[in-house]
């Protein structure tokens, strides 16, 4: 069935407001088995909000709207939809009288305009609100199905999965399963040519990439009559891309890279400490970012001067003159001197020109070196991360941090 | 005059990304004298995207999209607006050299999908791209104005605002003239309060107010015959600002907190360390982002453990037992002790209690002292950050640090 979400309210076409509830009821429409064509905003003006509510009437058996029901003036989506009904608003008793109750018991004086919120379409169902004064309501106009919730994020959310869920269930055919693959270490355009005979062959599962900030995620979507039924069709579809690619995928779940190394680290007991130079912090805070993370992360040193190179990690003058500071015998002096200071299980370490200034012939801005020292080894990559901004690089030269430990732990 | 954005994307009708393109948009064309009527998003399918186009157009004197510019092949968007033109896509041979450049530095092949990122509309004005492959493009449709952006907001943004906020200047009637106010440790509402007088006359300046990741942001934005007229009334309401929120206020540009104090620490010639516990390097990550960071900032030693505290600064271990890791008396010795390591003119120390476990009655989950050793003497300041999570309070750590360095520099 063919959904749509049309979300009313000026604040998010000023910019004041990120529309996160279109991306949950996107999130939950999905899981329920419904396609979503379209994400609609508009302001609070009753003739926009008609002309959306047609067009997407003319392509969805299910129309879900968010805000406007509150009450104020410039509240009127109920108006509008009761007007595309051709029916007229009547008052439901259930929810005035959860309203004055609400004003009661929190001492406050309750206002004329408090009222219209218990009014809603003729015939409709109505969806009570157990976290503020506006009800929601379901209503039928010819064979399409009109939803409508409050806008706070914290009332519709409750009301959604409480009086929408176990509704929209009786009317959806089949049932969605749905796997996140998550790769590092390849991009967009080379992932998809290898597994692009899958992609041309989709049609049930489906195969989606996504590519953000150096890693790309792929979805892979079933829908049959049966649970599971589109599990098996996903898993078997996932095997094919595992081996086109699987020396790339970190995960299969919904968790970033480093929430699967750190859960690797717990389960084996192991601890892990960074020395960096241009990634500047970044790594140590993407594990520290992650509660718990004191189980496995001892201490970052970010030395970004050469002397704080010298003095934290005991890199020798001769190299960084000799070598550079960008160099793989800087980096391997990094890592040796981090596990000398720290004694963790496993030390990385990372050194490059991040840019956009310092670039030579021979290193060019994008030129990054990581280390590893685990299991009483070094390894030791270089990098060239070229034609990114600074910070663009930074991230990937964490990444390649990160994939070193990555391969240590699967030995690989 | 009137607009609309269009999202094209499947990943965003997934619910699996959250439509933050859409709000920045907003903010900027709303800051540039347009009017936005709506927000459509439709997926990678050509048919909506089309319709999308025409119900845009109906009303819309600008259609800005983001989206669908990639090397693959569920990238469309240019194709659908080329037919929606009536012209065919040529080649832009400046897009074809940066992204053959792009993969010669970068070491990897380039495949043939990505010979497909240079195709622009015949006609269109060419957006490059300095963060990424795809280009942008500006087209006209009849009346029309027609501006493409890649997806990712790393690229979008700046493309944005080096590109197509030149471009829309001369598109809008009047001349508007921006400031934007920056206030670090004030909450929004209290900054409404304290200026409400102001935000209620409002008429011309307008003044919005946006609150994000602890820091409150007012812009204020005139728009009048003649650049002097709207740059005058803007500042004579600064001014107005300057006297109610004045100690709050670090910037009246763009530059982020970091940046200023970089700056006022570059051109003062001292240098920067940190030692980090809470806060896990992202203070160092705010400093070494920015270009040219290495003149000012020496090294952050991130102590996560307690273990690091006593090694890398020299933090008593009696203090630790008696005291605690979250007391002022560790931040103290944190703050002298990085001091004795880095000798740098300015050093400040966090440890904190960013949860969510750990909390006793003493001490809460948001128990971040804050200390700074600067001109022979130490500073430490409390703070209670409640009601926010791990990461909310880790970022206010990270302000409260640079406020101390703030307020040192000028001498409050």
Known sequence: MKSAILTVGTEILFGQIVNTNAAYLSQQLNGLGFDVLYHFTVGDNPDRLKRALETCAKECDLIITTGGLGPTQDDLTKEVISEFAGCRLTINQEAMDRIEGYFKRSGREMTENNVKQAYVPEGAICMQNDHGSAPGFICKVDNKTIMSFPGPPKEMMPMFENSAIPYLSTMSEG??????????????????????????????????????????????????????????????????????????????????????????????????????????????????????????FDRALVTYSNTAKMQELGVKEETLAKFGAVSSQTAEEMVSGLYEASGSDICVAVTGLAGPGGETLEKPVGLVYTAILAGGKIRCTENRFGNMDRNAIRRRSMLAMMKLIYDYLEDR
Do not use: W
């Open 175 to 296: 049932v969605i399963y749905s796997k996140f693959i998550k790769t590092v270490g390849i991009g967009e355009s080379l992932l998809e040519t290898e597994i692009m005979d899958i992609v041309d062959a989709q049609t049930d599962p489906t195969i989606a990439t996504y590519a953000k900030d150096g890693e790309v995620t792929m979805r892979l979507t079933s829908k049959r009559s049966s649970a599971e039924e589109a599990k098996a069709a996903v898993d078997e579809m996932a095997t094919k891309v595992h081996e086109r690619v699987g020396n790339y995928i970190y995960t299969e779940d919904e968790r970033s890279f480093s929430e699967v190394i750190l859960d690797k680290m717990r389960d084996k007991g192991l601890s892990l400490s960074s020395a960096e130079s241009c990634t500047g912090g970044l790594f140590a805070d993407a594990f520290i970012s992650i509660p718990g993370s004191s189980d496995v």
